[in-house]
Nanobody
Framework: QVQLVESGGGLVQPGGSLRLSCTAS????????KGWYRQAPGRQRESVAR???????DYAYSVRGRFTISGDNAANTVYLQMNSLKPEDTAVYYC?????????WGQGTQVTVSS
């Protein structure tokens, strides 16, 4: 069992930046990948970025070049740096952790991009 707590969401103008954080606790030694997903109203949850335990990263096409996922293993924290934000990035962002027993989710943090 892993618990995930996100922070860093908020309201930002188009073109602005935000950094999301997600801190894990519990059985963290079993985590082999962490990621960020998002869900906009009326849409399915979609993968945004993923980082594996060896540091390999992967991004959704829509955020490549604008978002960066990184991890601080000592702090059990994964970050999502979001730059050049667009209104279509507005969504609830969820942190995820993949374990051999399945995937754990955070509670979500709202990101709103609007002028």
């Amino acid at each position: 069992q892993v618990q995930l707590v996100e922070s860093g969401g908020g309201l930002v103008q188009p073109g602005g930046s935000l950094r999301l954080s997600c801190t894990a606790s519990g059985n963290i030694g079993s985590i082999y990948a962490k990621g960020w997903y998002r869900q906009a109203p009326g849409r399915q949850r979609e993968s945004v970025a993923r980082i594996t335990s060896d540091g390999t990263t992967d991004y959704a096409y829509s955020v490549r070049g604008r978002f960066t996922i990184s991890g601080d293993n000592a702090a059990n924290t994964v970050y999502l740096q979001m730059n050049s934000l667009k209104p279509e990035d507005t969504a609830v962002y969820y942190c995820s952790a993949d374990l051999p027993t399945g995937r754990s989710w955070g509670q979500g943090t709202q990101v709103t991009v609007s002028s």
